[in-house]
């Protein structure tokens, strides 16, 4: 399935919340798209009246006392042109057009999503039955005389069902406006979706997997990948470039697709001393109950991988230690792996994955010999 161009957005939230959604609305730009916001503390109210198409019933859930533009607009969308989210209460359906109830920090993520969605738009593949078995593909701006490197995309969020794979749609979108195709993939993570030990790392390594699958394009390669995550999907990486390490009775085992180079960035490298840190609030013990299990899942005890690696970490990061990631990236030199280490000055956790920030800029300068060995970085 592929998203369809979108003309208008209409964003309903809690009205503390209204200028969140208007820095985000703008995130990553030249989406093509108008975005308008409303504020309201009835937003089921809301949600029925414009599904009703009645511009007075919109008006009135919005707090206005006649049809105003925005209810107006409103009033003439269909379910397929909206993206809403709806905090705090959730709905009855979340789709890909409307998601629901993930919470106040969330919304800047589906919103950036949505845009990123209009400026270069995907196709969604399921590689699984299960519900979060799918991924987003999307293909460069241009063609090329050559087939475009691949990129599997991992996002983070400590594991937890409230983050999704919309994380990395700015990424996506920058990357296709340079010659790269992506894979952005979601996975099942701890909480509704049963994600946790060991079903998110069957998930991952089967959609890596999924990768042969695509081989009949001529537009990219789908061979070698490159496997990129942020946070806790730079955990995932790593554990991706280790697959080849696993015991047989494990998940992800004989894997049919390597990735030839694993970005990790402000990755959580070493499950145990995460554990020891308590990082997000206890996300490991949640993620991987029993300690035992860190023997295949944890990236440091995986050591040496054998596949290139490519580091990089804020050193102001707030929700992983440099440290940590630091530590990981020692440990692999010293047995050998070939690992480039970015240590990013003065960053925290979230600027290296926005396409605007110097960090990106950094990050893409010494990716460049991986995804173009014969030319140089933009």
């Given amino acids: 399935m592929t998203a369809a161009p979108l003309r208008s957005i209409l964003v ?22 108008e975005v308008r916001i409303a504020s309201t503390d009835r937003p089921g109210e809301a949600q ?48 890909d057009e409307c998601i629901s109830g993930r919470g106040e920090h969330s919304l800047p993520w589906a919103l950036s999503h949505l845009v990123s969605a209009n400026a270069h738009p995907y196709t969604t593949l399921r590689y699984g039955p299960e519900p979060e078995q799918v991924g987003e593909l999307r293909l ?6 050559a087939r475009a490197p691949l990129v599997v995309l991992l996002h983070g969020g400590f594991w937890r069902e409230a983050y999704r794979r919309d994380v990395m ?17 979601e996975y099942r993570r701890v909480g ?67 990735p030839r180079l694993a970005v990790a960035i ?47 970490h804020g050193t102001e990061d707030e929700s992983v230690p440099c440290a940590l990631a630091a530590a990981y990236a020692a ?11 970015l240590a990013l000055e003065g960053v925290t956790h979230m600027p290296p994955i926005d396409p605007r920030s110097e960090a990106w800029r950094r990050i893409l300068d010494s990716l460049q010999p991986h995804l173009f060995p014969n030319t140089s970085s933009e």
């Fill in 192 to 258: 509704g979706s049963g994600g946790g030990c060991p079903r998110t790392f069957a998930d991952v390594a089967c959609a890596v997997d999924f990768c042969a699958t695509l081989g009949g394009s001529s537009t990219f390669d789908p061979r070698a990948p490159i496997i990129l995550g942020h946070s806790a999907g730079a955990h995932l990486a790593l554990w991706c470039a280790a697959r080849a390490r696993l015991p047989l009775n494990r998940p992800g085992a004989s894997p049919t697709v390597m």
């Fill in 48 to 95: 029925r009246a414009i599904e009703s198409g009645a511009a007075d019933a919109v008006a009135a859930a919005l707090g206005a006392e006649r049809p105003a533009p925005l209810a107006r607009l409103a009033a003439r969308l269909s379910l397929r042109d909206r993206w809403i989210d709806y905090t705090p209460a959730p709905l009855e359906r979340a789709t």
């Fill in 169 to 185: 749609a700015p990424l996506a979108v920058d990357l296709a406006r340079r010659g790269v195709a992506t894979w952005n993939v």
């Fill in 266 to 312: 402000g990755t959580v490298a070493d499950l145990t001393e995460a554990r020891r840190l308590g990082l997000g609030a206890g996300a490991v013990d949640a993620f991987v109950p029993s300690v035992a299990d860190e023997a295949w899942t944890n990236p440091r005890a995986l050591l040496p991988l054998g596949i290139a690696q490519l580091l990089a």
């Fill in 12 to 33: 309903l939230t809690a009205p503390n919340e209204a200028g969140e959604a208007a820095r985000a609305a703008a995130w990553p730009g030249e989406s093509g798209a």
């Fill in 331 to 341: 440990a692999a030199q010293r047995l050998g792996d070939r690992l480039e280490w």
């Fill in 140 to 145: 460069p701006a241009a063609a090329t005389a």
